[in-house]
């Protein structure tokens, strides 16, 4: 079936740094996801994407964070600085407006 | 406020048993009830969905029983097999809502055991 790939699968950052989280969506997809999902928690909703433009982002989305996909390559997740507590599985997704295909996430550790 | 919750948190059966897993809603306007099945290391993946103008929708050894008036659904895992054994996330969403927002349960985690 179609694949959204996650780059990469794990990273380790210091917290106040930097990281950009890597999704190459499936190829027509025309919508973009980030979820966020901490151990033994829910998946939560962060974000969605669609013609250039966030079109709804949820409480956890915070100031820090910011997506874009400049000119269709990757859909990517900044965050800048990092804290603590944004340790957690980030999955992105894709879809044409139906069905959502997810990522196998990237497993972030700040330390 | 959880929107979307589903019982129990994990189930153990047999091979061959039939496994029921519970979801719950709050939204009255979510319409659309997908579930995901989710293997250790995997993304999640659709398993089976259903709109809310159905009451059952059956996909071989799944089947979603719906009900609206109650706000409820399960999902019914027949003749379970060992690679069954995954976590299963009920979600909801607004099908006519741009985008497709999911909103996530917690999760069942399924064993089979042989």
């Known amino acids: 079936g179609p694949k959204v790939l996650q780059i990469p699968s794990h990273q380790i950052i210091d917290m106040g740094q930097m990281v950009t989280l890597n999704c190459d969506p499936v190829s027509n997809h025309l919508y973009f996801y980030w979820y966020k999902q901490i151990l033994g928690q829910q998946m939560e909703f962060l974000v969605n994407?669609?013609?250039?433009?966030?079109?709804?982002k949820s409480k956890l989305f915070k100031d820090q964070f910011s997506v874009e996909r400049p000119d269709g390559s990757y859909f990517t997740l900044k965050i800048q600085p990092t804290a603590l507590e944004d340790s957690a599985v980030y999955f992105c997704?894709?879809?044409?407006?139906?069905?959502?295909?997810f990522g196998k996430g990237t497993r972030l550790t700040v330390v | 406020q959880q929107q979307v919750r589903q019982s129990p948190q994990s189930l153990t059966v047999w091979e061959g048993e039939t496994a029921i897993l519970n979801c719950s809603y709050e939204?009255?306007?979510?319409?659309?009830f997908p579930w995901y099945q989710q293997f250790p290391g995997e993304g999640p993946a659709l398993l089976i969905s259903?709109?809310?103008?159905?009451n059952k929708k059956e996909d071989g050894r799944f089947t979603i029983f719906f009900n609206k008036r109650e706000k409820k659904l399960s999902l019914h895992i027949a003749d379970s097999q060992p690679g069954d054994s995954a976590t299963y996330f009920c979600a909801a969403s607004e099908s006519n809502s741009a985008g497709n927002k999911l909103t996530f349960g917690i999760g069942t985690r399924v064993l089979v055991r042989p």
């Open positions: 939204n009255s306007a979510f319409d659309y």
């Open positions: 994407f669609y013609n250039g433009k966030v079109m709804e």
């Open positions: 259903i709109l809310s103008v159905s």
């Open positions: 997704a894709s879809s044409l407006g139906g069905e959502v295909f």
